[in-house]
């Protein structure tokens, strides 16, 4: 029988002859139809493995995938889009963000890490594969890997990011429309507000203020009692006190996050409250590797440890996403099973909310009738199965 399980996490059989291989360090962002995977690294690909000896692209670039991939989220097929050719070779530690059919990609690194980073912008059209560099002025960042993104407005910000030998938590923005770099801020480290440089950290932002999770250099890693906010109003950094988990019924528990670099994470608003959360799942300090996946409520800055949405196994270097329905996919990275470390290429998805009716009955009815991913449009709409349920399907290639 189907049942309805919200904050428990399911794996996703991959349909068809295509998949990709296992890897870390990739980005992945979704809509109401797919999820997207750029880049990522993994050196322990045979140069004997008969799924890639003869690929050229992979050839010229390994151990780094310079591939976009489609995975559609009710055929669950995984398709390897075209345009390679155009693809940068800092394919790792970039930063994604998905607008419309555009794929934003920014910085990254090649190997041997940090020799090669990048400060260029590239969009990626997610229906065809085709990539184009974005021409910019101004005060360009210095390149680097790591960071992380937010959208607002025309402007793109950018926050922290590494050499590989330096680490920093400056911010700098992209003006979308005239293709313009601006210096917002440049941490002096005179400011006791500014916060630690960083890499691999993840952000949240509720339209005001840009929220730091966690990061770390290759020797540490920051935690989640205080978080660094930078006020766009203000120009100014400031140091959040955050609150534990309010469940006292485990007191053995944390009551928040360990500090951590290299985790997950997704942002909603819950569409009854009103409420902007984050959450953030698994990542890695330097000794363990975590399963574990927290909350914070942004208005009131209260974690909520979501014990009963741990994680299948320990991850790191993986990356999350979440549909605009709620559910949080994540896909790939390096886990740590039986004490043996290895890459992935799992995709797993997890419900944050409780969806509409209509969305249930959505899921319950791909449930029992698999055999409608194998079915036409056209049928698919004879049979009564309504529009927008039909145009989450790919059909790029029918």
């Known amino acids: 029988m189907y049942k309805f399980k919200p904050f428990v996490f399911m794996e996703h059989a991959a349909n068809g002859p295509e998949r990709p291989k296992a890897r870390s360090g990739h980005r992945i962002a979704c809509d109401y139809r797919n999820l997207y995977s750029y880049g990522?690294?993994?050196?322990?690909?045979s140069d004997t493995d008969p799924d890639m000896r003869d690929d050229q692209t992979w050839v010229a670039s390994k151990p780094l995938f310079k591939e976009l991939w489609r995975f559609n989220l009710v055929s669950e097929r995984w398709k390897r889009?075209?345009?390679?050719e155009n693809m940068p070779n800092e394919l790792a530690s970039n930063a994604v963000i998905l607008s419309g059919n555009a794929l934003m990609v920014y910085g990254g690194t090649g190997v041997p890490f940090g020799e090669s980073c990048s400060n260029q912008l590239y969009v990626c059209n997610v229906n065809d594969g085709t990539m184009k560099i974005v021409p910019a002025t101004g005060e360009l960042p210095e390149p680097q890997?790591?960071?992380?993104?937010?959208?607002?407005?025309?402007?793109?910000?950018?926050?922290?990011?590494?050499?590989?030998?330096?680490?920093t938590c400056d911010i700098h923005r992209f003006d979308l429309k005239n293709g313009i770099w601006e210096t917002v801020y440049v941490c002096?480290?005179?400011?006791?507000?500014?916060p630690h440089g960083r890499y691999r950290h993840e952000l949240a932002f509720d339209g005001k203020m840009i929220y730091v999770l966690g990061g770390g250099t290759s020797t540490e890693s920051f935690g989640f009692s205080k978080i660094p906010a930078f006020d766009l109003e203000t120009n100014r950094w400031r140091i959040l006190n955050t609150h534990g988990d309010s469940d006292e019924t485990v007191?053995?528990?944390p009551r928040v996050p360990a500090p951590r670099r290299c985790h997950g994470s997704v942002q909603y608003t819950d569409e009854r409250t009103g409420t902007t959360s984050v959450v953030i799942s698994g990542g890695y300090n330097g000794d363990w590797v975590f399963s574990d996946v927290w909350r914070l409520n942004l208005s009131t800055l209260q974690w909520t440890h979501l014990k009963e949405c741990s994680l299948p196994c320990p991850v790191y270097f993986h990356s999350a996403a979440l549909i605009p329905e709620g559910r949080m996919y994540i896909f790939g990275g390096i886990v740590k099973v039986n004490n043996k470390v290895q890459r992935t290429n799992a995709v797993y998805s997890a419900w944050l909310t409780?969806?509409?009716?209509s969305e249930i009955c959505w899921q319950a009815l791909n449930y029992y009738y698999p055999k409608l991913r194998d079915c036409s449009p056209d049928i698919l709409l004879h049979i009564g199965i309504p529009l927008k349920f039909v145009q989450r399907f790919d059909f790029y290639d029918w």
């Open 40 to 45: 990522g690294f993994n050196p322990c690909i």
């Open 81 to 84: 889009l075209p345009g390679q």
């Open 145 to 167: 890997y790591g960071q992380a993104l937010v959208y607002h407005g025309s402007y793109l910000y950018t926050v922290g990011g590494t050499t590989g030998y330096e680490y």
């Open 188 to 194: 002096s480290g005179r400011d006791e507000s500014e």
């Open 251 to 253: 007191a053995t528990l």
């Open 354 to 357: 409780i969806p509409k009716l």
